[in-house]
């Protein structure tokens, strides 16, 4: 979809539609995620082979169901996924939205089985790591698991500051955090900090957040009005950052 922005927001709309031939490691987005720390490039080679890239979802498309053995970890190289988990009475509850750099799948490391399903949010391409042969590498290449306890102690930590979100603020201060959550997380990856696209309904947005999805329009409504930021339909500018971090009641910094 053509956005009025799209000189800054065509990076993150356009990646899943590039040709679908594989690229080098060096050219992809998740490269920094993919090189530990100090890796010799003796060591990349081996842990290139336990990667098979470029694996393409469409929208909507599962990558992996709750319960199913833990095989791969998934690298999003462009497009967005959302996690969540089902109750038994058939309730769904959202437990993440990932973008390009992410990763997917690594709460499954402790039990061997995925406790949560994925699904592309839109055309989403992703690189799948062997899980029983990248715990091979790293027992071979301590680098390998420095690297990855990094990754997972920024999954723990996006746990909590969620949890406080929910658990200590209002409405408005939390759509407000997410906002700026998701412009430090594209900002880190070199997309755009103002200007991206949500993938993400605003029934989805609510659900994560703990808020109806009515609430979710009218507070976007109100920040709109305020001059805070700019919405067409999926498409969201950030106009004042200082303010939203304001309502937001955290430093964008944090």
Same mark, same amino acid.
């Not at 790293?138 to 723990?156: E, V």
């Given at each position: 979809?053509? %956005?009025?922005?799209?000189?800054?927001?065509?990076?993150?709309?356009?990646?899943?539609?590039?040709?679908?031939?594989?690229?080098?490691? @060096?050219?992809?987005?998740?490269?920094?995620? =993919?090189?530990?720390?100090?890796?010799?490039?003796?060591?990349? +080679?081996?842990?290139?082979?336990? *990667?098979?890239?470029?694996?393409? !979802?469409?929208?909507?498309?599962?990558?992996?169901?709750?319960?199913?053995?833990?095989?791969?970890?998934? @690298?999003?190289?462009?497009?967005? *996924?959302? +996690?969540?988990?089902?109750?038994?009475?058939?309730? +769904?509850?959202?437990?993440?939205?990932?973008?390009?750099?992410?990763?997917?799948?690594?709460?499954?490391? @402790?039990?061997?089985?995925?406790?949560?399903?994925?699904?592309?949010?839109?055309?989403?391409? *992703?690189?799948?790591?062997?899980?029983?042969?990248?715990?091979?590498?790293?027992?071979? $290449?301590?680098?390998?698991?420095?690297?990855?306890?990094? $990754?997972?102690?920024?999954?723990?930590?996006?746990?909590?500051?969620?949890?406080?979100?929910?658990?200590?603020?209002?409405?408005?201060?939390?759509?407000?955090?997410?906002?700026?959550?998701?412009?430090?997380?594209?900002?880190?990856?070199?997309?755009?900090? %103002?200007?991206?696209?949500?993938?993400?309904?605003?029934?989805?947005?609510?659900? !994560?957040?703990? $808020?109806?999805?009515? +609430? #979710? =329009?009218?507070?976007?409504?109100?920040?709109?009005?305020?001059?805070?930021? *700019? %919405?067409?339909?999926?498409?969201?500018?950030?106009?004042?950052?200082?303010?939203?971090?304001? #309502?937001?009641?955290?430093?964008?910094?944090?």
């Amino acid at each position: 979809m053509k %956005t009025r922005h799209s000189s800054k927001v065509t990076p993150f709309r356009l990646a899943a539609d590039q040709n679908c031939e594989p690229i080098a490691c @060096a050219q992809c987005g998740v490269y920094q995620l =993919c090189l530990p720390l100090g890796l010799l490039q003796a060591d990349l +080679t081996l842990l290139e082979s336990i *990667v098979k890239r470029k694996e393409l !979802y469409k929208r909507g498309q599962l990558l992996y169901r709750a319960g199913d053995p833990f095989d791969f970890i998934y @690298a999003i190289r462009s497009g967005s *996924v959302k +996690t969540y988990v089902c109750t038994q009475d058939g309730r +769904t509850q959202i437990t993440g939205f990932h973008i390009a750099g992410e990763l997917v799948g690594l709460s499954a490391l @402790a039990s061997g089985r995925y406790s949560s399903e994925a699904r592309a949010l839109e055309a989403t391409s *992703v690189c799948r790591v062997e899980a029983e042969r990248l715990d091979e590498l790293a027992q071979k $290449i301590p680098s390998i698991q420095y690297q990855m306890l990094k $990754i997972m102690s920024g999954h723990i930590r996006r746990d909590e500051e969620l949890m406080l979100l929910l658990g200590k603020r209002s409405a408005d201060e939390r759509l407000a955090e997410y906002l700026l959550g998701l412009s430090r997380r594209f900002a880190t990856r070199n997309y755009s900090a %103002t200007e991206f696209h949500l993938s993400m309904s605003r029934g989805d947005i609510g659900n !994560y957040l703990g $808020i109806a999805e009515e +609430t #979710v =329009c009218r507070i976007l409504a109100r920040f709109q009005e305020a001059g805070l930021i *700019v %919405t067409n339909r999926r498409e969201v500018r950030l106009v004042d950052l200082p303010q939203l971090e304001a #309502v937001g009641r955290i430093s964008a910094a944090a």
